[in-house]
């Protein structure tokens, strides 16, 4: 009985460990510059800048570290991306009426809208294959 709470014991404590380390390192996950072709959105631009487009829009905050993964591949995205479809990002930090327009609970949350009407979310971090995937077929 002693060994098997000294085993548990120790389990626990390298969960912990373990636990411990991937925290300090997403907490030291540098900002990445936006990519030139995304979207900066805001109050004032975002009907503007939705109308008439297939848009990904990224609801993000500068304090996530899971929205600091997700900037790079953002950029890929919004780098291999042609014709009308884009990708937009809105600092819920900023603009907390666009997250409460879109009921964002989460971040980062995705919302892809087609023509200004949402046709799918996702909420976490996604592979730049599955976002390009679902802004073809949307």
Request: charged share 20%.
């Amino acid at each position: 009985m002693q060994t098997a709470m000294v085993i548990v014991g120790l389990v626990i404590v390298a969960f912990g460990i373990i636990l411990f380390t991937a925290k300090a390192r997403m907490k030291n996950i540098p900002m990445v510059t936006d990519n030139e072709k995304i979207l900066t959105l805001s109050d004032s631009n975002f009907q503007h800048q939705i109308k008439n487009k297939v848009v990904l829009i990224d609801f993000w905050a500068s304090w996530c570290a899971p929205c600091r993964m997700m900037a790079p591949i953002l950029n890929e995205v919004a780098e291999e991306l042609s014709g009308n479809a884009r990708v937009g990002k809105v600092n819920i930090e900023h603009y907390q009426s666009l997250a409460k327009k879109y009921n964002v609970r989460n971040i980062p949350t995705m919302v892809l809208l087609k023509n200004g009407t949402e046709v799918k979310r996702f909420v976490g971090i996604k592979s730049k294959d599955f976002l390009l995937n679902q802004i073809q077929t949307a």
